[in-house]
């Protein structure tokens, strides 16, 4: 099996450099399209043999170094008690929001292998099927980010009614917090003992916060989560989306890599990090719009400044995108690769 994805992980240096992709398995993969027109997103994250074989398209597609389980960051939260539905344009709806003591009653923390037993089926195919390729990536979101969605009812542009929640009645936030933690805690052990050989924690939403807010209110919950996992003795990547300033905080996680997102400059992170997390990241995905040369140029920097840190993992600095053509992802994993 190709392991420089975990050796890095664990900060030890490797001839190429490996790189991996957030939301490599996606609308911009002409395969993937073929397999959703037939399917609606959440039915596709239900039914193992698609998830399957959506997730090892761009192992085959691109020679990633790394697969990432198909499923979303919601899928945990359907049976907690909300109605979850993903409609074209609006993206994704949970219902009713929670907004009150009362609302919380309706939550319960899952038992992963009753409720989302098509996850774990979904791990067990796909290691089958990667045995002699590439490890295995599962992940789930952050409580906080979970809760934007639980508390807005959706998507959102400011988080007013969460963070209305955590100033306002921060009890009810704290509560709802560890409710969203037990079950998060509850689905990682749950992938890792199907067989999950890293996990990512998606914080997407926690740069919306202070660092003095982020230290009080979040961070707590998402290193709990964790520190949950220490005793699989997997690699366990935390990315705080927009978190430069939080830094000096997540560096503190229990965490072998942290995931950078391409405002922050690498050498920066370094600094702050010291020997004590590999990162991954953190390539703008606009920059894959880039004519080839320029890019060359571009991936040979990142590279350069990765280098420095404990260990590096190629990345782009948040998910790529449905507009950018599947052959200039295909030519970064390449020159990530003949770079490195
Ligand atoms: O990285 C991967 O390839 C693994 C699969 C994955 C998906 N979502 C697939 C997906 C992962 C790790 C996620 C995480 C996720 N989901 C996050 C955290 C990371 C991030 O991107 O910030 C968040 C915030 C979500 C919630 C979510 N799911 C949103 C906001 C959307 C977009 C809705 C839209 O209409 O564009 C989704 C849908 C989603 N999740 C898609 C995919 C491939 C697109 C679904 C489709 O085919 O239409």
Redesign the pocket.
Known sequence: MNKIFLKQCYGEKTSPSPIWI??????YLPEYQAV?QKTD?LTLCKTPELATEVTLQPVDILGVDAA???????IPIEPMGMELV?SEGK??LLSPPIRSEADLKRLRPIEPEHDVPFVLETIRLLREALKEKVPLIG?A?APF?LITYMVEGG?SKNFLHTKKMMFEAPALFHNLMSIVTETTIRYLKAQAEAGAQAIQL?D?WAGALSRKDYEEFVFPYSNRVLTALAQYNIPRIHFA?NGSHLLPVTKKSACEVIGLDWRMDIPFCVDILGDSKAIQGNMDPCALFMPKSQLKDHVKSILEQGAKAKGHIFNLG??VMPEIDQEKVKLLVELVHELS
């Not at 957030?22 to 609308?27: H, I, N, P």
Request: hydrophobic residues 45%.
């Open positions: 957030m939301r490599q398995a996606g609308r959703r997103f990432i389980l198909f499923s979303d960051i919601l993903f993206g994704p992940f979101g980010t998507s998606f997407t989306l948040h998910g």
